[in-house]
């Protein structure tokens, strides 16, 4: 037995003495990784400003006040299950940033999905966050609205397995056309001269780590990076073609662990293949005046107007606080799913269909009735 499966298996009440057996254990296994990373921090430090043809150390200096719109999306996760089906509503919300914006603009929309066989709220989520991303270039292009940064919370590039790619179920058919919006974003970015970022919130991958030769730490890239980086310091580790070699380099070497690798690669084939030979870089930046101490993990495109170090450094000023930029954390509260909303589009939807059933009434009821009834607060009852 595994010290993994130890963790969980001895949970077995909730007496206080159970709970601080575990709680004890799992303070351990995190102490022994923080004090084999916080001892080898100078080593990882200095093997990152070894290897500067891929990595690169900078500190924040030549930002500028940009204007900014920043998008995001929020669903209910999980879809709201219905005896008939799954109910999916999908927020999406945009909002302007900075002193250089002509005017301040806010929007924020729901969107009402349904599908029989399977949960698609955080697609349909998606490909309404790309459809919006979208309009507001298509806005700039035609003269409308002017900004220089369009800020995603969350990657600029979808996930996508080269495997998905060929199905032709619903779910892959979304996903192939979130490929291409992303694509038209990315096409019109480039006509319209604005640089596009992605800020990747929840990031637990190993890359850099296993890249700079240190694959016995658990820890991902950026608990190991809010570490190494200093206040007001970023380090940009080139595109994700660049990073795929770094990979394949190890894998010729022996020097990762194979099976990670493995798992790793047809991640990045996607990523590259919905790049549609676009330049997306990573980077992680350490902004100053922050609460937590910690690295946050960014995906960008340049614009013409805006050079590499123009751009973080800029992004880096706006990110006090949370460490996050400013704009990503006001819609990110915009785009919340209140439970009003979700009762108010549930008792619509009842009644709609009541009114077109009018000889069955009760028959649309038993439809639209929840799949388990003890979660009805998740359609907004208390």
Not at 120 to 144: I, Q, S
Not at 180 to 186: A, H, R, W
Not at 227 to 253: A, H, M, Q, W
Not at 304 to 312: A, F, M, Q, W, Y
Request: negative net charge.
């Amino acid at each position: 037995m595994n010290s993994e499966s130890e963790l969980f298996e001895e949970v077995v009440g909730v007496s206080p003495e159970i709970v601080d057996k575990v709680l004890d254990k799992a303070i351990e296994k995190i102490y022994k990784e923080v004090s084999r990373v916080i001892e080898i921090e100078e080593k990882v430090r200095k093997a990152v400003e070894s290897r500067r043809d891929v990595f690169k150390i900078r500190h924040m200096d030549s930002y500028i006040d940009l204007c900014y719109y920043a998008i995001d999306s929020s669903f209910t996760a999980p879809a709201i299950e219905l005896t008939s089906g799954y109910l999916s509503i999908a927020v999406t919300s945009y909002i302007s940033y900075g002193k250089t914006c002509g005017r301040n603009d806010v929007d924020s929309k729901a969107y009402i999905d349904f599908s029989f066989v399977e949960d698609l709220a955080n697609l349909y989520a998606k490909y309404y966050e790309r459809k919006t991303a979208l309009e507001l270039l298509k806005a700039k292009n035609r003269g409308e609205i002017n900004f220089d940064v369009l800020l995603f919370d969350g990657e600029v590039i979808p996930r996508i397995l080269p495997s998905w790619r060929t199905k032709e179920n619903k779910k892959s058919k979304l996903y192939r056309t979130i490929v291409e919006l992303t694509e038209d974003i990315m096409g019109l970015a480039d006509k319209t001269d604005t640089a596009i970022v992605g800020v990747l919130k929840r990031s637990y991958s190993r890359d850099i780590v296993n890249i700079l030769g240190f694959k016995e730490l658990k820890m991902s890239d950026r608990a190991v990076l809010s570490l190494v980086l200093k206040p007001g310091e970023y380090i940009v580790f080139g595109s994700y073609v660049d990073l795929r070699e770094e990979l394949l380099k190890l894998k010729n070497r022996g020097e990762v662990d194979e099976e990670w690798l493995k798992a790793r690669m047809p991640w990045y084939e996607g990523i590259i293949q919905s790049m549609a030979g676009h330049t997306v870089k990573l980077a992680f930046y350490r902004a100053e005046k922050t609460v937590y101490p910690t690295a946050t993990k960014i995906e960008y495109i340049t614009s013409n107007s805006l050079d590499e170090d123009t751009l973080i450094s800029s992004i880096m000023k706006i990110s006090i606080g949370t460490g996050i930029p400013t704009p990503i954390d006001y819609v990110d509260a915009l785009s919340e799913i209140p439970d009003n909303l979700k009762h108010t589009i549930y008792q619509k939807i009842l009644a709609e269909l009541a009114k077109k059933l009018t000889s069955n009434i009760d028959k649309a009821t038993l439809f639209l009735s929840l799949m388990n009834p003890e979660k009805i607060r998740i359609i907004g009852y208390r």
